[in-house]
């Protein structure tokens, strides 16, 4: 089983601005929603803990299983230029991510999703069914990693599948599906 983790909340997202690469760690109730994770997963045995680069994920996968992470930067958040640190509310969208003509340094979406697709073809690789792998990143990762498994959406909106702050969801590998973007 494929468990999916989203960091638990800092005070960027209780002020609900944007939270990209220059992200803070948790903030005490992303702590808690981290430790509520602990329980809900507690009977879980993970044979890989991987993270996003980002302090706030290692932190929530770390308070979660207990154990040490490793990181792969195919797993960082999508890089949200000078959008990052923004209100939600004050910034110009293009679609669904920071518009890259008002903001430099937005990451391009479809060199985004390849690369965290990337990753989980690496690791349906190494998968055996009777693994349990736990990935921990952020908004756009989880809906990411759920449209490797479920396909892009109609309208490319990645965080249709994405998990709220210190939730999971588990997925599994098919071995005849096909990966599409």
């Known amino acids: 089983m494929i468990y999916v983790i989203r960091h638990g909340e800092t005070d960027l997202n209780k002020e609900k601005r944007l939270q990209g690469r220059m992200g803070l760690p948790l903030n005490q109730v992303g702590i808690t929603q981290a430790e509520r994770l602990r329980e809900q997963l507690k009977d879980i045995r993970f044979d890989h803990v991987f993270s996003s680069p980002q302090e706030r994920a290692i932190q929530t996968a ?7 992470v490793s990181t792969d930067s195919r797993l960082d958040v999508f890089d949200l230029g000078e959008a990052d640190h923004l209100k939600k509310s004050e910034v110009i969208f293009d679609g669904f991510i920071p518009d890259s003509n008002r903001y430099k340094g937005v990451e391009n979406i479809n060199s985004y999703v390849e690369r965290v697709f990337s990753f989980l073809r690496e690791i349906e690789v190494i998968y055996q069914p009777d693994m349990n792998i736990l990935l ?7 809906g990411c990693i759920g449209a490797y498994f479920q396909g892009i959406p109609q309208n490319r909106n990645l965080l249709k599948y994405s998990s709220d702050n210190g939730q ?3 997925y599994t590998f098919k071995k005849s599906t096909h990966h599409a973007q």
């Open 136 to 142: 921990s990143g952020h908004r756009c990762t989880t």
């Open 62 to 68: 770390e308070i979660a299983t207990g154990r040490k």
């Open 168 to 170: 999971y969801k588990t």
